[in-house]
């Protein structure tokens, strides 16, 4: 996900590229028309946007996976004639309104609120100048694992380097009219001492939320009262004041020229906000792609400051970094729970993907979240075990190396190998860690009752008739031959291949419960090959004895 790397051209890429409904052509689709009947600037500038408040989460890097994609189907669209430009931009001199529930030493913090988050200490230690700093280290630091092509940018840099000072003056002319857009929007008290402008502390550095006794357009400045009481005067520019998050939001649009920008649904309602402002100040509001929340478990929008959700570490920990951006992909505008349930899916779709984009038409590549999330350039990786089936083979075999799952791999599989296979031989380290970690602790074996028990043992005996090579299929065909017999697990909604009635997914059901302990797993054939028939049957005695759920 580069967004930088030559990209193919062919002519029927192109023609699909015209006609594809996946989101990102469609957003890249609104960029190419805001240019229509004029030539393109020098240079199309993609922002996305960081609060470095607290330490980056997953949602963070979303913006920056998904605004990636967009890019990169905007390229294709303009046959990769025109320049761009990804700016990761992070408000780091935003003052430190409270202080984070995750960091050390919370009550050291206490005398630096409403600093500036690039002169707040660095909690955490290390080589960072500051908090903001240390934060802002975090989110490079995974962009940079992940291979994007961005620039970074620092409010703090921005502001003192004066880089804004031209737009700032502007807004100190056009006062009064920023003014008529943010009053409206307060209530009465608020509208009493609302100013756009922040003025930082001459004297205790912190960011001023007072009322403008006069901003003078002529000269660029603004007075106010201190916290003392001294009536101070300060130039806008130099980064002696900053703009409240709305208005500069606006600001930085008219200031940077920015086409295209995505932000999350809590920012939709001042959209039109940040839209008028950057109007007002001389700009053109950017193209917007407003995506739904990441939510935790509980359903709760994930945060920063809470440090709720799962953290872009942890994902990594357990799955690689593909699975992510393929959850990031799928379904946008949809709210997502975010913690560890979702990982072994979305492993297990990657590959899916992955798999079937060599056989598609472009039409279809085009709607693969794979060619999204490669620029392009899917790699061909043959995965002949699933995710979900590696973590049933740990919680059968009581694995605790990925050597001892190769043993059932290698068996099952003669020719692949850690060597041929290294992108499995990295999954199967995933799910032993996952498997300690989130699976283990939650197993929970019930005894089989007097059908089950029949049933299990039938299973056993059809099993014991097979080859100790049989293919998955079948197995899994004797285990329907078993369960059609059985009154409890007949589906009369289907139909068998003999004209009686169908399996219940109860059988199967059953089967993982008893035997591994989970609600579910993957298709019984395919464990069961890969876990090895005598193996398996052995399970089933343990089962029927009564040592599984013991």
Not at 73 to 88: M, N
Not at 477 to 495: F, G, M, P, T, W
Request: with cysteine; glycine share 8%; net charge negative.
């Amino acid at each position: 996900m580069t967004g930088s790397n030559i990209i193919d051209l062919n002519p029927e890429l192109l023609a699909a590229a015209t006609e594809s409904k996946a989101w990102p052509f469609e957003e890249a689709r609104k960029i190419v028309a805001r240019y229509k009947g004029r030539d393109f600037p020098e240079t199309v500038l993609f922002e996305t946007g960081y609060g470095p408040s607290g330490l980056p989460h997953i949602g963070t890097f979303g913006e920056v996976a998904r605004t990636t994609m967009v890019r990169h189907a905007f390229r294709v669209l303009t046959q990769d004639k025109v320049k761009t430009r990804l700016l990761c931009f992070s408000d780091d001199m935003d003052g430190m309104r409270k202080i984070p529930e995750n960091v050390p030493d919370r009550a050291g913090l206490e005398p630096y609120l409403h600093m500036p988050l690039t002169a707040v200490p660095n909690p955490f230690g290390g080589d960072y100048a500051s908090f903001g700093d240390h934060n802002n280290a975090m989110l490079r630091r995974f962009l940079d694992t992940f291979g994007f092509d961005y620039e970074f940018a620092s409010a703090t840099e921005y502001y003192k380097a004066g880089r804004f000072d031209e737009v700032l003056l502007r807004a100190a002319a056009k006062y009064d009219d920023i003014m008529k857009v943010m009053l409206p929007t307060l209530g009465e008290e608020r509208q009493a001492t609302y100013s756009p402008f922040l003025p930082i502390s001459p004297k205790s550095g912190r960011v001023l939320y007072v009322p403008m006794k006069n901003v003078d357009a002529k000269a660029g400045t603004i007075t106010f009262d201190d916290e003392d009481g001294q009536e101070t005067t300060l130039p806008v520019t130099g980064g002696r004041v900053k703009l409240q998050w709305k208005p500069d939001f606006g600001m930085r649009w008219a200031a940077l020229n920015v086409d295209f920008e995505m932000f999350g649904k809590d920012h939709q309602t001042n959209q039109t906000i940040y839209d008028r402002i950057c109007v007002i100040l001389g700009g053109r509001a950017p193209e917007h792609f407003v995506y739904e929340l990441f939510l935790d478990e509980n359903g709760q929008k994930i945060s920063k400051s809470k440090g709720n959700g799962l953290t872009i570490d942890e994902w990594l920990t357990y799955a690689p970094t593909e699975s992510l951006g393929l959850y990031m992909f799928q379904r946008p505008r949809q709210a997502k729970k975010l913690y560890f349930d979702v990982i072994p899916k979305a492993v297990d779709e990657y590959y899916a993907f992955l798999s079937a984009y060599p056989k598609q038409e472009w039409k279809e590549r085009l709607g693969n979240p794979v060619w999204h999330m490669h620029d392009g350039n899917p790699p061909a990786i043959d995965m002949p075990v699933t995710f979900a089936l590696l973590l049933n083979l740990v919680s059968a075999s009581n694995a605790d190396s990925k050597d001892v799952l190769w043993g059932f791999i290698s068996r099952h599989a003669k020719d692949v190998t850690p060597k041929s296979h290294p992108e499995l031989d990295r999954l199967a380290a995933y799910a032993v860690r996952y498997f300690d970690d989130f699976v283990k602790p939650t197993k929970s074996f019930r005894s089989p009752d007097e059908v089950e028990n029949a049933a299990l043992q039938a299973l056993s005996d059809a099993l014991g008739q097979l080859p100790a090579d049989a293919s998955s299929e079948a197995i899994q065909n004797a285990s329907l031959n078993v369960a059609r017999k059985i009154e409890r697990y007949q589906d009369h909604s289907k139909q068998s291949p003999e004209g009686g009635p169908g399996v219940s997914v109860a059988f199967f059901q059953m089967i993982y419960q008893v035997l591994i302990g989970q609600e579910r797993g993957p298709r019984f054939g395919s464990f069961a090959a890969l876990y090895g028939i005598a193996e398996t049957r052995a399970l089933i005695a343990k089962a029927l004895a009564g040592q599984l759920a013991a």
